[in-house]
């Protein structure tokens, strides 16, 4: 029997498991992403999260035929790397060299995470699609995009970092990446309490949200719509997130967009349902149907998968 491992490498938590098929898991781990760490301690981690997964699974290491990683990124195809990601604090993570090492095999497939989603979107759909997008909204925000059939990988294997597009002319919101009025900066898990701080200072909007707090998170904002200061910001995320995917749309014009990522998995209506409604109006291309992935917090894994399958 072929053992096939998948991981999921995000800025927030790494994900490893181990399956005989896409379909067929049979052992899994997961921790959180050391954010703080150099490339070297977040490396660490991601084996010792792989290594947990083969227990859990009870397969050796050196059993593992395969292996697909969907990654955070920026990332480097060519040397198999995580180079100066937004979210984290580390300059540049190794990834595949240290696999490599580890599981004793050359068949890894490298991708980041959003190219890894449209993959698994794919291979799960009726009628094998050919034009499709996968977009993630989480800590940060990425689009993984096929079109007439091909996985679009771009220089790098960046095509699709659609999080640091601008989105806002006037740049009021600087991104983490060093850049102003970028998608991500505005619309991410990461940066929506920032974005929240910002109207509330800014505009004076009366609120009861805990701003500028130790703690204060985007799911204070979406448990919260009938805040003043909330439903503003819920609002504004709307119309950034309807920008961004209209780009999107108006770029490669795929039939269905799959919906992703902590943000619009935990509120679909405030995330999703808001985008489907008003892409239209912004779009010359027929709209495509948005909605959210029916992978759920699955689908990097499932990409990840199909990539080790196809190595």
């Given at each position: 029997?072929?053992?096939?491992?998948?991981?999921?490498?995000?800025?927030?938590?790494?994900?490893?498991?181990?399956?005989?098929?896409?379909?067929?898991?049979?052992?899994?781990?997961?921790?959180?992403?050391?954010?703080?760490?150099?490339?070297?301690?977040?490396?660490?981690?991601?084996?010792?999260?792989?290594?947990?997964?083969?227990?859990?699974?009870?397969?050796?290491?050196?059993?593992?035929?395969?292996?697909?990683?969907?990654?955070?990124?920026?990332?480097?195809?060519?040397?198999?790397?995580?180079?100066?990601?937004?979210?984290?604090?580390?300059?540049?993570?190794?990834?595949?060299?240290?696999?490599?090492?580890?599981?004793?095999?050359?068949?890894?497939?490298f991708r980041n995470d959003a190219d890894a989603?449209?993959?698994?979107?794919?291979?799960?759909?009726?009628?094998?699609?050919?034009?499709?997008?996968?977009?993630?909204?989480?800590?940060?925000?990425?689009?993984?995009?096929?079109?007439?059939?091909?996985?679009?990988?771009?220089?790098?294997?960046?095509?699709?970092?659609?999080?640091?597009?601008?989105?806002?002319?006037?740049?009021?919101?600087?991104?983490?990446?060093?850049?102003?009025?970028?998608?991500?900066?505005?619309?991410?898990?990461?940066?929506?309490?920032?974005?929240?701080?910002?109207?509330?200072?800014?505009?004076?909007?009366?609120?009861?949200?805990?701003?500028?707090?130790?703690?204060?998170?985007?799911?204070?904002?979406?448990?919260?719509?009938?805040?003043?200061?909330?439903?503003?910001?819920?609002?504004?995320?709307?119309?950034?997130?309807?920008?961004?995917?209209?780009?999107?749309?108006?770029?490669?014009?795929?039939?269905?967009?799959?919906?992703?990522?902590?943000?619009?998995?935990?509120?679909?209506?405030?995330?999703?349902?808001?985008?489907?409604?008003?892409?239209?109006?912004?779009?010359?291309?027929?709209?495509?149907?948005?909605?959210?992935?029916?992978?759920?917090?699955?689908?990097?894994?499932?990409?990840?998968?199909?990539?080790?399958?196809?190595?």
């Amino acid at each position: 029997m072929s053992y096939y491992l998948g991981v999921d490498a995000g800025a927030t938590r790494l994900r490893a498991a181990v399956a005989t098929d896409p379909e067929t898991l049979v052992g899994r781990a997961e921790t959180p992403t050391p954010a703080e760490e150099d490339g070297q301690g977040v490396s660490a981690a991601l084996l010792e999260t792989v290594r947990a997964a083969c227990a859990d699974a009870d397969v050796g290491v050196d059993e593992v035929a395969a292996a697909g990683i969907g990654s955070f990124g920026p990332i480097d195809r060519d040397a198999g790397a995580v180079v100066r990601p937004a979210n984290v604090a580390a300059e540049r993570i190794p990834v595949v060299g240290p696999l490599r090492d580890l599981l004793g095999t050359d068949r890894i497939d490298f991708r980041n995470d959003a190219d890894a989603g449209v993959r698994a979107e794919r291979h799960a759909a009726d009628g094998d699609p050919e034009n499709l997008a996968y977009l993630t909204v989480s800590t940060g925000i990425g689009v993984g995009v096929v079109v007439d059939g091909h996985l679009l990988s771009g220089n790098g294997g960046n095509a699709g970092e659609v999080g640091h597009a601008t989105v806002d002319t006037e740049r009021r919101m600087d991104c983490r990446c060093g850049g102003a009025g970028h998608w991500e900066a505005y619309c991410s898990g990461a940066n929506i309490p920032r974005y929240a701080a910002h109207i509330h200072h800014s505009e004076g909007i009366e609120t009861d949200l805990p701003v500028g707090e130790a703690g204060f998170t985007a799911a204070d904002v979406f448990a919260a719509p009938e805040d003043e200061l909330a439903g503003a910001v819920i609002d504004r995320l709307a119309r950034w997130n309807t920008v961004g995917v209209a780009t999107l749309v108006q770029s490669f014009a795929p039939s269905h967009v799959a919906v992703g990522g902590a943000v619009a998995l935990n509120n679909p209506e405030a995330v999703v349902a808001p985008v489907r409604r008003r892409l239209p109006e912004r779009l010359t291309v027929e709209a495509p149907t948005v909605a959210v992935t029916g992978l759920g917090d699955e689908v990097v894994l499932v990409g990840a998968l199909v990539g080790a399958a196809r190595a």
